[in-house]
Nanobody, 123 residues
Framework: QVQLVESGGGLVQAGGSLRLSCAAS????????MGWFRQAPGKERKFAAG????????YYADSVKGRFTISRDNAKNTVYLQMNSLKPEDTAVYYC????????????????WGQGAQVTVSS
């Protein structure tokens, strides 16, 4: 079973930046599509960003496009989410996600989830 451990959440002022990290267990990290989802209070969990197995292809929700960047380092079994120009509406619990195979998020469904990292953006 793949385990995902997130870090880097916190409180930041509007316009600031945060970088989330997600470390994956196992020896097959490079065989998984990776992504980030987020869930605001009282709302559904929604897709934010996805990345292909090699890291060569990325895909973003319109709400974060141009501000967030997803990347991965397969040698370190780690995926990142760089968040710039943060807005209060970005406040949510952010979840790292993984799925075996090649089909990209958001069309695919995750097999594994991280525990979630709280990101709070103040006005």
């Amino acid at each position: 079973q793949v385990q995902l451990v997130e870090s880097g959440g916190g409180l930041v002022q509007a316009g600031g930046s945060l970088r989330l990290s997600c470390a994956a267990s196992g020896r097959t990290f490079s065989s998984h599509v990776m992504g980030w989802f987020r869930q605001a209070p009282g709302k559904e969990r929604k897709f934010a960003a996805g990345i292909s197995r090699s890291g060569g292809t990325t895909y973003y929700a319109d709400s974060v496009k141009g501000r967030f960047t997803i990347s991965r380092d397969n040698a370190k079994n780690t995926v990142y989410l760089q968040m710039n120009s943060l807005k209060p509406e970005d406040t949510a619990v952010y979840y790292c996600a993984a799925r075996s195979g090649a089909t990209m998020f958001p069309l695919d469904v995750p097999d594994y989830w991280g525990q979630g990292a709280q990101v709070t953006v103040s006005s």
